[in-house]
């Protein structure tokens, strides 16, 4: 009895742990959407923490197009940027991984033109991990 009831608890536990980490077909398309609604740090957080197991194929490319996007755009909030990044140092790794070649050269350009000359105080780590992978991407292209 006692196993049972171990057993039990050990799948009420485990179980939505698991499924967490799947992307099921319902959690995929609420993925698409929140990609295409990525405006801010905080709601890029957001879709990654809720949508990381479905990081993959159109919604992995609309990830890197936002990243991107953000950076190349909306450089003066690159400090909020910073404080989740230090919140979360494989959510840091995860914004990085997306400076890819999903976008023109030129948007690539711009994010590593700006990460080496405006970095904002206090961000200069952050600045050259961003300026390091777009050179890195522009170079291999």
Same mark, same amino acid.
């Given at each position: 009895?006692?196993?049972?009831?171990?057993?039990?608890?050990?799948?009420?536990?485990?179980?939505?742990?698991?499924?967490?980490?799947?992307?099921?077909?319902?959690?995929?398309?609420?993925?698409?959407?929140?990609?295409?609604?990525?405006?801010?740090?905080? *709601?890029?957080?957001?879709?990654?923490?809720?949508?990381?197991?479905?990081?993959?194929?159109?919604?992995?490319?609309?990830?890197?197009?936002?990243?991107?996007?953000?950076?190349?755009?909306?450089?003066?909030?690159?400090?909020?940027?910073?404080?989740?990044?230090?919140?979360? *140092?494989?959510?840091?790794?995860?914004?990085?991984?997306?400076?890819?070649?999903?976008?023109?050269?030129?948007?690539?350009?711009?994010?590593?033109?700006?990460?080496?000359?405006?970095?904002?105080?206090?961000?200069?780590?952050?600045?050259?991990?961003? *300026?390091? *992978?777009?050179?890195?991407?522009?170079?291999?292209?």
């Amino acid at each position: 009895m006692k196993k049972a009831a171990l057993f039990f608890l050990l799948a009420i536990v485990v179980c939505p742990l698991a499924q967490s980490r799947e992307c099921s077909k319902e959690k995929a398309e609420a993925a698409e959407n929140a990609v295409d609604n990525l405006k801010t740090w905080a *709601a890029v957080y957001d879709s990654y923490r809720n949508y990381l197991p479905c990081d993959e194929g159109s919604i992995g490319e609309g990830y890197s197009e936002a990243i991107i996007r953000l950076l190349a755009d909306r450089w003066s909030e690159l400090p909020a940027l910073d404080a989740l990044g230090k919140r979360s *140092a494989s959510f840091e790794g995860w914004v990085l991984s997306h400076i890819d070649s999903t976008l023109g050269s030129d948007d690539l350009q711009k994010v590593s033109d700006t990460a080496k000359t405006q970095c904002p105080s206090g961000h200069t780590a952050l600045c050259e991990k961003i *300026a390091v *992978a777009a050179s890195k991407v522009i170079n291999e292209g």
